[in-house]
Structure formats: structure tokens, C-alpha cells
């Protein structure tokens, strides 16, 4: 069974930085695509960013692009988003998804079915 747990959200001024981390268990990590997606209230989840199972491919939805990046550590079971040049408009919820069929751009235009792979969400909140 698979369980993630996400960490590192919190609350920062609109310029500011944060790194969220996600450790996973109960698959094999450096063999699984991952992702992050993101859930503002009242609005649809949205994908921000996906991973390869190696790290060297990865893509962003435009709206995090320049701004954000993605990264993975096989041996430690983790998957980050460093966050830099926040806007109010990032402030929400996000969540970590494992084991995702493929990593590319299409699959950022697409809106998550689910809220990732069952963790609670670290909320991010960028203040103004």
C-alpha cells in the first residue's frame, strides 16, 4: 500500500521561498514517476509538476515555471518542490502523487483526478 506524507508548507510574504518534501513507502521509489499538484479553495486541483523515475525529465505547469523546481532523492524515498518568487495565487494546498502512468506536458494540462496518493497536503500560504 502506498503512503506519502508531505511536509514543509507554511506561511510566507509574496518574494519568498519554501521547500515542501514528500517521503514515500510502500513502493519501489526510484522506479515510480512522480508528481505535485495543488488545490486552492474553491478552485480545481491543477498539476504543477512531474518527475521521472531517473530525475532527468521534468515539466511544469506554466504558471510555476521559472519559479518553481522538482527534484527527487532515490535513496532517501523523497520528492521536493523548491518554491522561489511566490505570489498570492500559490497559496494552497498541495499534494505529492506516486506511481503516475507518465510525466509530461499534456499530462500537466489535465486536471488530477484525485488529490494525489492519499497524504494530507502541506498548505502553503503566501501572504500579499
Known amino acids: 500500500q502506498v503512503q506519502v506524507a508531505e511536509s514543509g508548507g507554511g506561511l510566507v510574504q509574496a518574494g519568498g521561498s519554501l521547500r515542501v518534501s514528500c517521503v514515500v513507502s510502500g513502493l519501489t521509489f526510484g522506479k515510480t514517476v512522480m508528481g505535485w499538484l495543488r488545490q486552492a479553495p474553491g478552485k480545481e486541483r491543477e498539476w504543477v509538476s512531474c518527475?521521472?523515475?531517473?530525475?532527468?525529465?521534468?515539466y511544469y505547469a506554466d504558471f510555476v515555471k521559472g519559479r518553481f523546481t522538482i527534484s527527487r532523492d532515490n535513496a532517501k524515498n523523497t520528492l521536493y518542490l523548491q518554491m522561489n518568487s511566490l505570489k498570492p495565487e500559490d497559496t494552497a494546498m498541495y499534494y505529492c502523487a506516486a506511481d503516475l502512468p507518465s510525466c509530461s506536458q499534456s499530462l500537466l494540462s489535465t486536471t488530477p483526478r484525485t488529490s494525489g496518493s492519499g497524504g494530507q497536503g502541506t498548505q502553503v500560504t503566501v501572504s500579499s
Open positions: 518527475i521521472s523515475w531517473t530525475g532527468i525529465y521534468t
